[in-house]
């Protein structure tokens, strides 16, 4: 079992930044790949960002972004702490959502669809307005 929990959400005006981070806690090692999620306002869910790093070469991260979002977010990673963040700038305010972290288990579905990931957070908010 793994269980994630976001922080960071808040209010920011349009042009500012704020990063999101996801603690993951549990059986970590079973996690295949994370992303990031965000539902908006009478909006489906979407894909934002995924990151994964390769067995056997713990230097080296892929990273994956929607084009709405490349490249002014920035996913990263820290395995010692088993965290995972969203750097996000020049925030517009279509990026009003609430933020969801998400874990999957194996590879095999496309990143950015919902039904690949088995574990999610409570979500955060993020509220960009002037």
């Known amino acids: 079992q793994v269980q994630l929990v976001e922080s960071g959400g808040g209010s920011v005006q349009p042009g500012g930044s704020l990063t999101l981070s996801c603690l993951a806690s549990?059986?970590?090692?079973?996690?295949?790949?994370m992303g990031w999620f965000r539902q908006g306002p009478g909006k489906e869910r979407e894909g934002v960002a995924a990151i994964f790093t390769a067995e056997g070469t713990p230097l080296y991260a892929t990273t994956l972004y929607a084009d709405s979002v490349n490249p002014r977010f920035t996913i990263s990673q820290d395995n010692a702490k088993n965290t995972v963040s969203l750097q996000m700038s020049n925030l517009k305010p279509e990026d009003t959502a609430m933020y969801y972290c998400?874990?999957?288990?194996?590879?095999?579905?496309?990143?950015?669809?919902?039904?690949?990931?088995?574990?999610w957070g409570q979500g955060t908010q993020v509220a960009v307005s002037s």
């Open positions: 998400a874990a999957a288990r194996r590879f095999g579905e496309r990143w950015y669809l919902s039904k690949g990931y088995q574990y």
């Open positions: 549990g059986l970590t090692s079973s996690i295949a790949y």
